[in-house]
């Protein structure tokens, strides 16, 4: 652990609204020459250089050049036991279940297994920039147990949740839905709240759950309202029409989610690639959010999620940004930034990479209500930061020599960059990973 109290100084990106709906100069904050003072886990002080450098004593001030300092990056949606299968051969989504996750996750019966992964999972996202996520598990309480234990250790912002599941799997990741219940709600008493840790309650997806679960996991989201929840909807044509199958009586996906009470604030919903605008309406409504995962909606096929129909005016709904590991393709926030402008060209309504860069931070503290602690660099806000470098290899040296703004050496570091791009990550105001 470092000193109770230390210093940064840097060029300071961070933003303090949503761009999508207001003017930028409104939102973004930033500071060619910052200091961020941390102490006790939080932000102390921030401003100037200038202006904070005569209150400051004698206190070491690190330095970072040709890099910017922004708020740490939130991953709102990965499955940390799928790390050993990242980069197989993908098929389309049921495929890709069959195949390789489903199979994969019954190692995480040994708790050394799961603890193995974990420690490498949170290595690779600390290398990434990665200060908070909202994970998947499996349906093993130790697996649960192995991620917050790791995270831990860091005081990590974790969010997870052992996964609920009761059919249309195999015998040996079943479980039943009192069991879920009942492990799920042990779980949650042993960790919610505990340090930084946050349990999120995790059906799967619809067609791994009977009536009878998702009855028993809305039970469980009404008697703990302030935990998350997590699943997936609409991520593949193939998978709403057996959704459909399977629950006829449902209006759509969203609706079979809805009528067991598990769209609200703080529940977050991955891909949402096919989402109908009656479903938007309804995500709207209950202040439930959508993660968006362009590496793995490319990857198997999915589709492009369209981030600026989502925030349509006439009903927005909350976006986060996600790796997906691993049907995503790279623990780098600034690789799925990459992939996320591509998928918005695809859809005709690109926007610009300090769009992205908001989505990649505050957007996602706010798609999982924690606007008021993470994603933003200010006063009181926990001290959660990442470094980038802005000359990380010799072609993004040679291509910054002709970025003429902010924007555009943005762009460039999100469409270049990867892992290679992070001086340093902080977590509640400790360096824990630098180069």
């Known amino acids: 652990m470092q000193p109770n109290k230390t210093a940064i100084r840097g060029a300071l990106l961070t933003f303090q609204k949503d761009p999508f709906f207001h003017p930028m100069e409104e939102c973004l904050i930033y500071k060619e020459d910052a200091i961020i003072v941390m102490e006790n ?109 790791e995270a831990e250790k860091y005081n990590m912002r974790i969010m997870a949740g052992k996964v609920c599941m009761d059919r249309n799997a195999p015998e040996a990741l079943l479980d039943t839905p009192q069991k879920a219940y009942d492990e799920s709600k042990a779980l949650i008493e042993k960790w919610h709240k505990k340090g930084r840790a946050e349990y999120v309650i995790t059906p799967r997806f619809i067609p791994t759950s009977t009536h009878e679960q998702l009855e028993m996991v809305g039970s469980l989201a009404q008697e703990f309202p302030d935990t998350l929840i997590q699943s997936h909807v609409s991520e593949n044509i193939g998978e709403i029409a057996w959704v459909k199958e399977l629950f006829p009586e449902a209006l759509d996906y969203t609706d079979a989610y809805d009528r067991y009470g598990l769209l609200r604030e703080r529940a977050i919903y991955g891909h949402g690639v096919h989402l109908t605008d ?12 959508v ?8 990857f198997l096929g999915s589709g492009a999620f369209n981030v600026n129909h ?33 998928a918005a060209q695809m859809n005709g309504s690109p926007y610009s990479a300090l769009h992205t860069f908001y989505l990649a931070t505050r957007g996602t503290a706010e798609a999982l209500s924690l606007q ?64």
């Open 310 to 342: 989502a925030k349509a005016n006439n009903r927005p709904i909350k976006v986060g940004l996600g790796t997906d590991l691993g049907a995503g393709t790279s623990f780098s926030i600034l690789q799925t930034m990459n992939e996320a402008y591509k």
């Open 291 to 298: 993660a968006h995962c362009p590496t793995s909606n490319f």
């Open 41 to 149: 886990g939080k932000i102390s002080a921030v401003d100037d250089a200038d202006k904070l450098l005569p209150t400051l004593n004698d206190l070491p001030i690190e330095r970072y050049t040709d890099s910017i300092i922004t708020a740490g990056f939130i991953d709102s949606h990965v499955h940390y036991p799928q790390t050993e299968i990242i980069a197989s051969y993908g098929e389309q989504l049921i495929d890709w279940l069959n195949n390789y996750t489903f199979i994969a996750e019954q190692g995480f019966k040994d708790k050394d297994h799961a603890k193995e992964v974990a420690e490498i999972f949170l290595k690779e996202q600390h290398r990434n920039g990665v200060t908070s996520s909202t994970v998947f598990c499996t349906i093993f309480p130790q697996s649960v147990d192995a991620i917050f234990e």
């Open 278 to 289: 009656r479903e938007l309406h309804v995500l709207n409504e209950r202040g439930a959010a």
């Open 372 to 435: 008021d602690k993470v994603g933003t660099v200010a006063v009181g806000m926990e001290a959660d930061l990442a470094i980038i470098n802005l000359k990380s290899t010799p072609i993004i040296d040679y291509r910054m020599r002709y970025a003429n703004s902010l924007e555009e050496a943005l762009f460039i570091q999100m469409t270049l960059g990867d892992d290679r791009a992070i001086s340093a990550t902080y977590i509640a105001g400790n360096k824990i990973y630098s180069k």
